[in-house]
């Protein structure tokens, strides 16, 4: 199986972050799956797809064509896949996957954790939807879709569809025994009581 990893491209990002995804790549490596991500050299992107092959993993990068320039892309994938657009990108990510890991990052992460969220709110995926919580990067997130659900903007429901995880085992293992579960989509879209 392959396992989506969502994450960062800063060159910024403080090394925690890094070494922690680094670990997540080769832990998911050893555990035989393989790597799809969007292709980035830097940040957490780079990190994850740099653990995956110092552990042996396939690794297939998924970027638009206009990320194709020098020092974008991470260059030890074991294929490329170029679309045209971020949104077919995307598409092309959850498709080659059997489950999704995000890790840290900025709003291009956040918007590809919520979309997945959302699929899984409306029964258009099953697939494990894990968010890697390295020291505690997205505790306020997780506080913010609290408040979310105690303002009843969503159900707390929306928790069963996620898992935080805290370490790189923790997620690997929370995907390894993961069993989906038929979602009722009137209730997590506040249909009906």
């Keep these: ?3 989506c990893v969502y994450g960062a491209s800063s060159r910024t990002i403080d090394k925690k972050f890094t070494d922690a995804g680094y670990e997540l790549g080769f832990q998911l490596a050893k555990r035989g799956y393989g790597l799809v991500f969007g292709g980035g050299d830097t940040g957490m992107m780079g990190a994850v797809a740099r653990g ?19 020092g ?12 045209e657009t971020m949104r077919q990108r995307k598409q092309k990510m959850e498709d080659m996957s059997g489950a999704f890991i995000v890790t840290p990052g900025g709003i291009g992460t956040f918007e590809e954790f919520f979309e997945m969220l959302t699929l ?34 969503m159900t707390q429901g929306t928790f069963d569809l996620i898992y935080v995880a805290h370490s790189a085992d923790d997620a690997l293992d929370y995907i390894a025994h993961y069993e989906a579960k038929e979602v009722d989509v009137k209730k997590l879209r506040n249909l009906i009581s």
Excluded: C
Excluded at 52 to 64: C, R
Excluded at 120 to 148: E, S
């Design 120 to 153: 899984k709110m409306l029964d258009r995926t099953q697939k494990p939807l894990v968010i890697l919580n390295t020291d505690g990067y997205y505790d306020l997130l997780i506080a913010m879709m609290h408040h979310t659900a105690d303002t009843k903007f």
């Design 52 to 70: 995956a092959h110092d552990g042996g993993a396939h690794i297939t990068g998924i970027a638009p064509s206009f990320f194709n320039v020098d």
């Design 1 to 3: 199986m392959n396992i």
């Design 72 to 83: 974008v892309l991470y260059p030890h994938s074991d294929e490329i896949i170029y679309t």
